[in-house]
């Protein structure tokens, strides 16, 4: 972007995003994930995956990320936040703590 958003902004953009995800998948049946569509790639190549193989894109390319600017992180001497999984559970759902 021209103008990095300032943080609040782009908080209420990506919960905004995370609903609309929550929205979606949960108004899918196993028939609709399975559905192969036609798009084009950002290059202009065409291409063909099914909903559930876009939706699995969308998770790894963005932990592809995450990592990434953990590594730069490290590159400068600063710790990368703790963005694992599990923390991510059971910060939602304490319940999972126990046994």
């Known amino acids: 972007t021209e103008e990095t958003p300032l943080l609040g902004e782009l908080h209420f953009a ?3 995003t995370d609903l609309w995800f929550e929205t979606y998948l949960a108004g899918l049946n196993a028939d609709a994930l399975a559905e192969s569509l036609a798009f084009s790639f950002t290059d202009g190549d065409a291409g063909r995956m099914t909903r559930e193989e876009m939706l699995s894109h969308v998770i790894t ?13 490290k590159g ?8 694992l999984l599990t923390k991510f559970l059971h910060q939602r759902e304490p319940a999972r703590r126990q046994g």
């Open 76 to 83: 400068i001497s600063v710790a990368p936040p703790r963005d």
């Open 14 to 16: 990506v919960a905004e």
């Open 61 to 73: 390319h963005g932990a592809y990320h995450r990592g990434n600017v953990g590594q730069m992180l």
